[in-house]
């Protein structure tokens, strides 16, 4: 025979709290495309992402030109549930075989980017 011992009371389980996973921001489109090559042209060329993000509406991007370091010139985009952000790049050879990234961050800090290669061309007349 098993004798348990003398316990007083009742047992008391705190309820499961459900925890949220987060979802990080994804960049749905882009000018150039994922995989192109961004090819200025004329005096000056836009670069533009649209991401999203499920879980928040408040992201924050972040271009950059290696060797020259964080591009501060970028606008925010918003139109609806649309979130994105704009680039204009000034034609300048110094660019040519260089790398424009941008990173999207979500508040908790998940993110997502693209990356192109610059390739600077002759200016046609």
Not at 3 to 24: A, D, H, W, Y
Not at 84 to 96: A, C, K, P, V, W
């Amino acid at each position: 025979m098993l004798l348990l011992p003398m316990t007083t009371g009742c047992p008391f389980f705190l309820p499961f709290i459900e925890v949220e996973q987060n979802v990080p921001p994804s960049i749905d489109y882009s000018s150039p495309g994922e995989g192109d090559t961004l090819e200025i042209k004329t005096e000056q060329y836009t670069a533009f992402v649209v991401a999203q993000d499920p879980d928040d509406t408040d992201l924050s991007f972040f271009w950059t030109i290696d060797g020259y370091g964080t591009q501060g010139d970028a606008v925010a985009i918003r139109s609806g549930t649309q979130i994105g952000s704009q680039l204009t790049i000034s034609r300048d050879q110094n660019y040519d075989q260089h790398i424009l990234t941008v990173i999207v961050y979500d508040p908790q800090g998940a993110s997502d980017q693209r990356s192109w290669p610059i390739e600077v061309l002759e200016q046609q007349p």
